[in-house]
């Protein structure tokens, strides 16, 4: 999802149709993997399993401070 300008602070999502995904540590944990088996039998939602969750929420909040920073310098209106 990239920010576009149609009017003033607004966020128009340019993209398809967005798939609920999820990422949960602990994997080779039975709970976890039936919980990922029932995720993949319901269709639609992507869950991934990690055995770092640690790193994986870094690189996430990396990216989400990265991408703010971006559009706040793009369009410094959305500032106030």
């Known amino acids: 999802m990239f920010p576009t300008s149609r009017a003033a602070r607004m966020v128009v999502h340019a993209g398809g149709v967005a798939r609920p995904r999820f990422t949960l540590g602990g994997r080779n944990d039975t709970m976890i993997e039936a919980l990922r088996d ?8 992507d869950l991934q399993t990690v055995e770092n969750i640690d790193q994986v ?4 909040f990396v990216t989400v401070c990265a991408t703010a920073s971006a559009s706040l310098r ?5 500032q106030n």
């Not at 929420?57 to 996430?60: A, D, F």
């Not at 793009?74 to 959305?78: C, E, H, Q, S, V």
């Open 57 to 60: 929420l870094w690189i996430k």
């Open 38 to 45: 029932a995720c993949i039998r319901a269709g639609g939602i």
């Open 74 to 78: 793009l369009f410094p209106d959305f």
